[in-house]
């Protein structure tokens, strides 16, 4: 009977060391997944920035018509801010993924028609562009002037929502359309204030040509020119 007891006694003994082990075996499963799983992540992230500006926009002059009727549109400086976040490939190329917002006051000069009298607005659009940078460094990755680092860029997108407000004979009609095709070229210096903190200033060209937008409320259709230039300052942090 003691030997059956002393039998019994060291297979529980067996089974818990058994419990024990295999518990501590899925632990140390679970911390190796989730280390794996952190140094996936940040694999990835290195090279990876994301940034965030603000600037001075400028609608270009030019041609808008309601319903064939045309006229002349002028704009004021307008208002633009976005963000982006990108990956560097190498020392000199980037491709990053951007939206922005951008908008300019309205006035429109015509001697007949719809458009004439006092007839202003607002003219905005949410954009959203893939770009691809090429900062000027050496190829083994150092700068060409320090800290500084000039740059060229190129984008290609489209409005997600272009609306344009205007005034006409004291009532205010919107007129507005989605995804329309846009370009913009851009160039700009960055400055490293830290090995992850950086400041840029940038001059770019925004693209979208004319574009017909139209009313919800009626079949009228407005057609205007909408190229722009913009200065704009930004900071960037680099994972």
Same mark, same amino acid.
């Given at each position: 009977m003691t030997f059956v007891m002393l039998l019994a006694l060291c297979a529980d003994i067996a089974r818990r060391i058994s419990v024990? =082990? +295999?518990?501590?075996? %899925? @632990?140390? $499963?679970? !911390?190796?997944?989730?280390? $794996?799983?952190?140094?996936?992540? %940040?694999?990835? +992230?290195?090279?990876?920035? $994301?940034?965030?500006? *603000?600037?001075?926009?400028?609608? @270009?002059?030019?041609?808008? =018509? +309601?319903?064939?009727? =045309?006229?002349?549109?002028?704009?004021?400086?307008?208002? !633009?801010f976005g963000a982006a976040i990108g990956k560097n490939f190498n020392a000199n190329l980037a491709l990053e993924i951007e939206f922005f917002y951008r908008s300019a006051e309205i006035d429109v000069n015509s001697s007949s028609g719809p458009l004439a009298g006092? $007839?202003?607005?607002?003219?905005? =659009? %949410?954009?959203?562009?893939?770009?691809?940078?090429? %900062?000027?460094?050496?190829?083994? *990755?150092?700068?060409?002037?320090?800290k500084f680092k000039p740059y060229l860029g190129f984008g290609v997108g489209f409005l997600q929502q272009a609306d344009i407000d205007i005034e006409i004979g004291g009532v205010e009609q919107e007129f507005d359309d989605h995804y329309l095709f846009a370009t913009q070229v851009f160039t700009g210096i960055t400055y490293e204030l830290t090995s992850s903190w950086s400041i840029y200033a940038e001059t770019r060209y925004n693209m979208a040509g004319k574009i017909d937008l139209h009313s919800s409320g009626s079949k009228s259709t407005v057609e205007a020119d909408y190229d722009g230039i913009s200065c704009i300052a930004g900071l960037r942090y680099n994972f």
């Open positions: 024990l =082990s +295999l518990r501590k075996s %899925t @632990l140390s $499963v679970a !911390m190796l997944s989730t280390f $794996v799983a952190k140094a996936d992540i %940040t694999t990835w +992230l290195d090279d990876c920035y $994301v940034k965030g500006f *603000g600037g001075i926009g400028f609608v @270009l002059d030019g041609n808008i =018509s +309601l319903d064939g009727a =045309s006229g002349e549109a002028s704009y004021d400086p307008g208002q !633009m006092d $007839v202003s607005g607002d003219f905005a =659009s %949410t954009n959203l562009m893939f770009n691809a940078i090429y %900062t000027f460094n050496k190829f083994d *990755g150092e700068s060409l002037l320090g």
